[in-house]
């Protein structure tokens, strides 16, 4: 099956410093891919959806400049968190859309820990 | 706008018991409707997804869903469930493209004793 995998799987991190985490579809090819942010015990929410080689839609309520988002290639997605404060604090997935459109894969996840 | 309610946060069963994960939603349009289960150091994996067509589905792990327009709902369920089922699930609606800008319900922690 089609496999996203996520890296780092966690980071810590000082406040202010930015953070990447890169997500990547492994045995496919992905022209969308998808973050989302899940708190502890909570749902996942959309924050962004990425296509490859334009720029990434946002959710509203979500700054674009803080969640710096690149999909560069039709395997890789980043998602830097720019100037990391402890509300940043959270678990990230990435998802990726395969060609026919009606699945997504999921990655396993990064914890961010900004101290 | 859509949302999609999952009405239980958590729930216990047997292990062999019978399960029913409830999942409400609410969307203008045709919705796609998905059910992802979510294990700790995983991805989510999907379980089952309707489009259209027979309204009952199949998928995998000997899940299934039944999508009921007039009820706006898409209940999971499994005749006998397995202590490896344990685990928080996921309902999905999509919005836009079939596969599209997922709104996930809140989630139910399944808990199987023994």
């Known amino acids: 099956g089609a496999v996203v995998s996520q890296h780092p799987s966690w980071v810590i991190c000082k406040s202010g410093t930015s953070v990447k985490i890169e997500c990547r579809s492994l045995?496919?090819?992905?022209?969308?891919m998808f973050w989302y942010r899940q708190f502890p015990k909570q749902s996942l929410m959309l924050m962004a959806t990425?296509?490859?080689?334009?720029?990434?839609?946002?959710e509203q309520g979500v700054e674009k400049d803080k969640f710096l988002i690149n999909h560069a290639s039709l395997t890789l997605s980043t998602l830097t968190v720019t100037s990391a404060h402890p509300e940043d604090s959270s678990f990230y997935i990435c998802?990726?859309?395969?060609?026919?459109?009606?699945?997504?894969?999921f990655g396993p996840g990064t914890r961010l820990l900004v101290l | 706008a859509q949302s999609v309610t999952q009405p239980d946060i958590h729930i216990t069963v047997s292990e062999g018991a019978s399960l029913e994960l409830r999942c409400n939603y609410s969307?203008?349009?045709?919705?796609?409707l998905f059910w992802y289960v979510q294990s700790p150091g995983q991805g989510l994996q999907l379980l089952l997804k309707y489009f259209s067509g027979d309204t009952l589905v199949q998928g995998i792990k000997g899940f299934e869903a039944e999508f009921k327009r007039s009820q706006s709902s898409f209940n999971l369920r499994k005749p006998s469930v397995h202590w490896s089922d344990a685990a928080e699930y996921f309902c999905?609606?999509?919005?836009?493209?079939?596969?599209?800008?997922?709104?996930f319900g809140g989630g139910t922690r399944l808990m199987v004793k023994p």
């Open positions: 045995d496919f090819q992905a022209t969308t």
């Open positions: 999905a609606v999509a919005r836009g493209n079939a596969g599209n800008m997922l709104t």
């Open positions: 990425s296509n490859e080689g334009s720029k990434a839609t946002y």
């Open positions: 969307y203008g349009a045709t919705p796609y």
């Open positions: 998802s990726a859309q395969d060609r026919d459109q009606e699945t997504q894969y």
